[in-house]
């Protein structure tokens, strides 16, 4: 596994989750180091799921510890994921959970088998929950307009 090459993706899911950079880079980086330190997780061909369930466990943790910090302005500038205010608007109906699986699926640009796998259901079940995830969004976004 390229550990730059998963940076990026595994940072904004640490993002999504905190709402606040410097959180989602510790959060990041320990991720990485526990990834790293534990043996018993290399060679199983799953590396990039086992980093989101860590980095989705330390954020649990996070929270748990602290509320986090609402996104402010100079985030906002950096992290244009939701420029569009009706998509805004539509992401913020859906559940907690479905936003995350948009998130991994088009931010992140995640396979539906990781996704699958991380949300402990088939491909088939991840694959039919986005169509209707995706269908949920584009009806909130006809009755924006």
Sequence with gaps: MKIEKEYDNIFRYA?????????AEDITQEAFLKYIQHK?????????????TIVRNLCIDLHRKIKPAPLDESMKSD???????ALRVAMSE??????????????????????????GTSRFTMSRRINSII???KNALREEN
């Excluded at 018993?40 to 989101?52: A, F, P, S, T, V």
């Excluded at 959970?97 to 640009?109: C, F, M, S």
């Design 15 to 23: 993002l999504y989750h905190t709402k606040n950079k410097e959180d």
């Design 40 to 52: 018993e997780y290399h060679n199983k061909g799953n590396e990039r799921q086992i980093l989101y």
């Design 79 to 85: 992290d244009d994921v939701f420029s569009d205010v």
């Design 94 to 119: 859906l559940s907690e959970e479905e936003r995350e699986i948009i998130i991994l699926r088009y931010v992140n640009d995640e396979n539906i088998s990781v996704i699958a796998k991380l949300f």
């Design 135 to 137: 269908k949920k969004l």
